[in-house]
T-cell receptor, first 110, second 115 residues
């Protein structure tokens, strides 16, 4: 898996957009960027993934730079329930299991 | 459409006993992954299995731990002669096929406490 770098923690005001950055400068051409989150001690939850193009689903948007060396996960209207640890992973689930790093602890403030 | 089912949710074992953790993947998923999360730590990969095959066990401790995913039935993570350091949350994930264009679906985990 590609090495990823994320800030250890971030705060966001409730109702505002949360923009979580991730650097993955060593990602290879066939590796995807995956985002997961873990709320308290629950099982991790898949959010979104992408290869080259920006992606959007009902949970979030994923913006990947043209050189694929970094990406940003956007939660458009953060709520208190979005408080969690967010993991950015560069890898290819078809080749080997994903490796989780330390992630970003997002605290949404009321 | 049931998700990934793990049982039991909580398991208490005395030191030296065996622990068996079960994982039923989502319907149609043939790839299973086990992760361990020690208290206040991150998720650590343990083993990746397909039906009747271990694909990658590079994260499994060399002794006392084993995993299987039989043709029929759930995947089993087995810990023999448990010690206090095995106390952790064990998460199972599944995916539908061997391709990068899928995320994992995780279960709710089994919390193992060794007393």
């Amino acid at each position: 898996d590609a090495k990823t770098t994320q800030p250890p923690s971030m705060d966001c005001a409730e109702g505002r957009a949360a923009n979580l950055p991730c650097n993955h400068s060593t990602i290879s051409g066939n590796e995807y960027v995956y985002w997961y989150r873990q709320i308290h001690s629950q099982g991790p939850q898949y959010i979104i993934h992408g290869l080259k193009n920006n992606e959007t689903n009902e949970m979030a948007s994923l913006i990947i730079t043209e050189d694929r060396k970094s990406s940003t996960l956007i939660l458009p209207h953060a709520t208190l329930r979005d408080t969690a640890v967010y993991y950015c992973i560069g890898g290819d689930t078809g080749r080997r299991a994903l490796t989780f790093g330390s992630g970003t602890r997002l605290q949404v403030q009321p | 459409n049931a998700g990934v089912m793990q049982n039991p949710r909580h398991l208490v074992r005395r030191r030296g006993q065996e622990a068996r953790l079960r994982c039923s993947p989502m319907k149609g998923h043939s790839h299973v992954y086990w992760y361990r999360q020690l208290p206040e730590e991150g998720l650590k990969f343990m083993v990746y299995l397909q039906k009747e095959n271990i694909i990658d066990e590079s994260g499994m401790p060399k002794e006392r731990f084993s995993a299987e995913f039989p043709k029929e039935g759930p995947s089993i993570l087995r810990i023999q002669q448990v010690v206090r350091g095995d106390s952790a949350a064990y998460f199972c994930a599944s995916s539908p096929r061997q391709t990068g264009n899928y995320g994992y679906t995780f279960g709710s985990g089994t919390r193992l406490t060794v007393v």
